[in-house]
């Protein structure tokens, strides 16, 4: 299939080629490993967890924790084991996180102690709980000391890991991941940016997420790379740690290269062993500053737990471009199902034919890596039809080919009988100096059917922009269209966001305008914003006020 390499390797393989390596393999706070050791304790957690399983079927156990070496040792003794890991939300709480533990038939739950209270009373489906920190789990893993190192013979197909998604429309999905989803990336990003064991891979985003794992943990472990574990981000420690590690690679998600940009300036930022940041999802500006003022390479790719399509980078990439699709990958009208045509835009820049060329991204070749959800036939039969892998991410092409995104499909705005995709959108609003981040969403036009697009907005607070700026200045936007104004602009203190970084947008588009934060909105004749008052009343009272 498209997406796919037949000569995949797994996990297993990736460990087993460091089995007799005395490079530092993993760093933790003041303690390290070599290779050589930590291949050593993912082999006695290994059989650890089978010892502890027994005939358990399916052999599926669950970790609540931060980035501990523990998650580094569960995940690679899993490998070695044939174990499937649950990674869980740590930020989850009551029944959901005992959802998330029941859909993954989780016979076992290793936690860390200080989140072992939020397991206490839940319906777990019988799954033990057992502290990583306690001495049973600690009596366990001492009988397996020096246990021969014995791999259980895997596959590329195997599935090694369940990560659930971000959860940012609705309950997470527990994705299948295989050794080959795991490792192939980390093999493909190591020789991308020529990764050796003289390099230490900076993780720091949460390891119950596939961005830390396939681009981060794996990366290590293919380049033969010091895996630096962070328990938690911190942009304030970001620096700080790149230098005591001396690493040269990192992986984010999402908006922590802004948080790191929002932390005071100094004259030797740039003064750091960091080379490469990989990651996804941030802004084109935070891309431009964070490589500036910390003098590195970074590079932002499109990702998604799932997988399934692909896409090539090359030197001539536009900026904010995805790249060129990989072969099968097509953007198709979510009517008609045929292929969009290519963007047409005026001499400003502006998309002139975005009902007919914004579609879903689609591999009509299949699924690529994504391997399905666990238990949620649903899902899958959602994802997969007549052999196409459906991504539910908007897209659109240009005429020489480079796909730009256009917004998740359960983002799409109906404004004024035209259908409208947030990415865009958002992208201009951030160009201001001092917009620090922007989420776009449609709420219900309270003029008519349709919506009404509505932007959250975190405004530099030194310096915010007011109502009458950011009016001025998205008018000189060109490349804004009369339909992709912002109706409403709520001005927030910080987004609601999962625990991995993601907008949650359900919890803004419900809120609407009944919030405690100030709303403004859009003077249509002067192209301009008025704060609203008595927001009490709720927002179909803000357009009549507006109509005044």
Known sequence: MSGRAPEAPTVTELLLARCEDDHPGLRFEDRTWSWAQQVRACAEYGATLLDSL??????????????????????????????VLAGLNTN????????????????LVLTERKYAGLLTGLDLGGARVLDLDGPEWL??????????????????????????????????????????????????????FALSTEDTVYVSMPMFHSNAVMAGWSVGVAAGATIALRRKFS?????????????????????????????PRRPDDADNPLRVAYGNEG???????????????????????????????????PAGSLGRPAEGVLVLHPDTGNVCPPAEFDPEGRLLNAGEAVGELVNTTGAGWFAGYYGDPEADAQRLRDGRYFTGDLAYTDSAGFCYFAGRRGDWMRVAGENLGTAPVERILRRHPRVLEAAVYGVPDPDGVGDAVMAALVLDRERPPGPRELGEFLAAQPDLGPKQWPRF???????????TYKTVKQKLKSEHTNCSDPVWVRDKREFSYQ??????????????????
């Open 54 to 83: 027994g005939d358990t079927r399916p052999p599926h156990v669950g970790v609540l924790a931060d980035n501990l070496p523990e998650f580094s040792f569960l995940l690679g003794g899993a490998a070695l084991s044939g174990v």
């Open 489 to 499: 602009l709520r001005i927030v203190n910080e987004l609601p966001r999962t625990s």
């Open 235 to 263: 942009a304030s420690g970001f620096l700080e740690d790149v230098r005591a590690f001396g690493a040269t690679y990192a992986n984010y998600v999402g908006t922590p290269l802004s948080y790191v940009l929002a932390t």
């Open 283 to 317: 802004s084109e500006r935070d891309l431009a500053d964070f490589g500036s003022r910390f003098g590195c390479r970074v590079v932002d790719a499109f990702g998604s737990t799932e997988g399934g399509v692909g896409f090539a980078r090359t030197p001539d990439t």
């Open 92 to 107: 989850r709480r009551g029944e959901a996180l005992a959802r998330d533990v029941r859909l993954a038939d989780c016979a």
């Open 139 to 192: 009596g366990a893993v001492a009988t397996q000391r020096g246990a021969p190192l014995r791999p259980v013979a895997a596959n590329a197909d195997d599935l090694l890991m369940l990560i659930y998604t971000s959860g940012t429309s609705g309950d997470p999905k527990a994705v299948r991941c295989t050794h080959g989803k795991i490792a192939f990336p980390g093999r493909m990003l190591a020789e991308r």
């Open 531 to 548: 704060q609203l008052t008595g927001r009490e009343s709720g927002p179909l009272s803000y357009a009549a006020r507006e109509s005044r």
